[in-house]
């Protein structure tokens, strides 16, 4: 017999080898009847599969992420099969669950076309209401490889050959098409009711551009086809809000072909990001932070020392200085050790805060590239904090309270994720468990609800991860708080404790914009745009009615200037209504009609971006409704 335990610590005794459908049925037909798999022992499996130990067990349905990556995976299988009815010849390569919805890669010849995709689609539903059922087998490696290989399927036999031996090798067969995969799938593939394919992209086999180029199929599935509807309504909102195509028309930044990945930043943007920027330095000054500045390129013995050279070295780019190896950095921490190492501290320097908005450089393949959201350069807000072991919660406690004010600024929402230790990791078990529960304390102190990211540290500590929620509901990770034990031992970081005695400090590594480019680019889609007074590259548009007022405008102007207020004069030869709507075009907040009555009766007719005709302002009046708000970072 073994034992079951349930979310609410019930336990059940069943026979070994049980199938996760018949517990859940025990439990109750509904239960069996909305599950999709279960998480059992911190593993997702299927509903046909056996328990054969004791263990704890969840089961989730569509509305949980474990059973939507189900869901999904089952419709990569689906639309694996549509294509190998429709294309015969063609081969496979990986179809996994991705964030709101799935992907498969095929080598073919024909190139696939919308219609293409319309047809699949087709087909994939065809397949849904057949009595299709997966059908899981179990083969060992040298099977499998010889399996592959005789229906000349390539990638298959890579993946497969890449196996550590002894692996449990499992695949799956769905109708005609027989996959190389772990699972898990559904087991009535008439639930998925709602399929989308969405796009066609290329992708390089193994994410390598020296690789084949492959067809990527991307499409999206759901239980219901009112929440299909939603979500491809949200997809429209999504590519209206576009950052790269609102920063063009903004004149906020563009990207060049002489630089993929580099983006230039025009007088606008730049306007924006220093806002960023000063807003960031003003807030640190005040919670006690310093603010340094280290070089982009440092001497490549530096990386060995830091780890980086064997956890990071493919992401990073290389040059020689006077015959020796030097690399651009792709994170900052190892310049602010060495700013640290430039003094010997005592505890009573504790916690010592520095600061940087460093310049970093990180090879990302071609096809990963995506406006800001994905570069080859960005500035991180990076911050170090050194501190004694028993400062540790106290300023966890106030880094968390710093990002949940930074965030309140812009009106985001997030929710919080704690990642533990990796694979690849540095250090001992015994360390990786104190800063584990130094963060669990934190959180807990503060009662932020977290959810749990096993293995998803950085190779040097756990973190804290904070994912923004922006206007039309997606999810963008920014802000993460990184405990480290390892670096300060690699780096042989000291202090003299209140015995005069050597000791080794613990440090803090966190960013809270995450990178200045990629925290603009969500701004721009949160926004559509139309940031608050306070970001917008133009706060005020003069609008003279004609331009014999040109020159009472731009006194106009300078008053605003004078009060820091940014503003501009369309002193163009056009119709007033011609003005307005290109102000409106290029989301400016507020707009200012000049005419003879204005100057006669020193006021402004005010237009509010998105509310229209506010009526007649006196000049002070309006520059102090402006300044207020500017003041305050109001959010309209």
């Known amino acids: 017999m073994i034992k079951v335990k349930f979310p609410d610590n019930s336990v059940r005794e069943y026979e070994e080898g049980i199938l996760v459908k018949d517990v859940a049925r025990d439990i109750s037909e509904g239960l069996m009847r909305n599950s999709l798999g279960a998480v059992i022992n911190g593993k997702t499996r299927g509903m046909s599969e056996k328990i054969k130990e004791d263990c704890d067990i969840r089961f989730v349905n569509f509305k949980d992420p474990e059973g939507q990556d189900i869901f999904r995976h089952t419709s990569s299988h689906i639309l694996a099969l549509a294509v190998l009815r429709l294309f015969p010849g063609v081969k496979f390569a990986i179809g996994p669950a991705i964030k709101d919805g799935f992907y498969y890669d095929f080598d073919l010849e024909h190139r696939f076309t919308p219609e293409d995709l319309e047809k699949i689609e087709k087909e994939m539903k065809k397949i849904t209401k057949e009595d299709l059922k997966f059908e899981r087998i179990e083969i060992s490696k040298e099977d499998a490889i010889k399996h592959f290989q005789e229906l000349g399927e390539e990638f298959k036999v890579d993946l497969i050959e890449n196996f550590p031996e002894g692996s449990e090798i499992t695949l799956y067969k769905l109708g005609e098409f027989v996959d190389l995969c772990r699972g898990p799938h559904i087991d009535n593939i008439k639930k998925v009711k709602a399929i989308k394919l969405l796009n066609v992209a290329g992708a390089y086999w193994r994410g390598d551009e020296n690789n084949k180029m492959l067809q990527r199929i991307y499409g999206t599935s759901f239980e219901k086809k009112k929440d299909l509807d939603e979500y491809l309504q949200r997809l429209e909102e999504a590519k209206r809000r576009d950052h790269r195509k609102l920063g063009r028309e903004l004149d906020l930044f563009s990207m060049q072909d002489v630089g993929p990945g580099f983006p230039f930043f025009h007088p606008k943007g730049m306007i924006v990001r220093n806002e960023l920027e000063d807003f960031w330095k003003k807030v640190h000054v005040e919670k006690g932070y310093g603010e340094i500045k280290t070089p982009i390129i440092l001497n490549e013995a530096l990386w060995h020392q830091s780890g980086h050279w064997d956890h990071y070295k493919d992401n990073m780019y290389f040059t020689k200085i006077d015959g020796e190896n030097y690399a651009i950095k792709p994170m900052n921490c190892p310049g602010s050790i060495l700013v640290y190492k430039t003094h010997m501290h005592s505890y009573r320097d504790f916690p010592l805060k520095v600061a940087e908005l460093g310049l970093v450089h990180r090879h990302e393949l071609s096809g990963a590239l995506h406006g800001l959201f994905r570069v080859r350069v960005f500035t991180q807000d990076d911050a170090h904090i050194y501190m004694l072991p028993s400062q540790i919660k106290d300023e966890i406690v106030e880094v968390i309270e710093l990002a949940d004010y930074l965030y309140s600024v812009f009106g985001f929402k997030y929710k919080v994720e704690l990642s533990t230790k990796p694979e690849d990791s540095m250090g001992s078990d015994e360390d990786w468990e104190i800063a584990i529960n130094a963060l669990k304390e934190a959180l807990e102190e503060k009662q932020i609800d977290y959810t749990i990211n096993e293995g998803d540290g950085a190779f040097y500590g756990p973190k804290i991860d904070y994912h923004l929620e922006d206007a039309i509901g997606r999810t963008w990770q920014c802000g993460t708080i990184q405990l480290d034990f390892q670096m300060p031992e690699k780096f042989e970081l000291t202090y003299i404790d209140e015995n005069n005695e050597k000791k080794r400090p613990v440090m803090v590594h966190r ?126």
């Open 511 to 636: 960013a809270i914009y995450g990178s200045i480019e990629r925290f603009l680019g969500i701004l721009i889609e949160h926004f559509e745009g139309k940031f608050p007074i306070w970001l917008a590259p133009v706060q005020v548009k003069i609008l003279p009615i004609s331009d014999k007022f040109n020159e009472n405008a731009e006194e106009l102007r300078k008053k605003l200037y004078e009060a820091g207020i940014r503003a501009e004069v369309d002193g163009r030869a056009e119709k007033i209504g011609f003005k307005i709507r290109a102000a409106q075009m290029e989301k400016v907040p507020y707009s200012l009609i000049l005419g003879q009555k204005e100057i006669e009766t020193n006021t402004v007719s005010v237009r509010k971006r998105d509310k229209g005709d506010e009526g007649s302002f006196s000049i002070e009046d309006f520059i102090n409704r402006v300044r207020e708000e500017i003041d305050t970072k109001a959010i309209n």
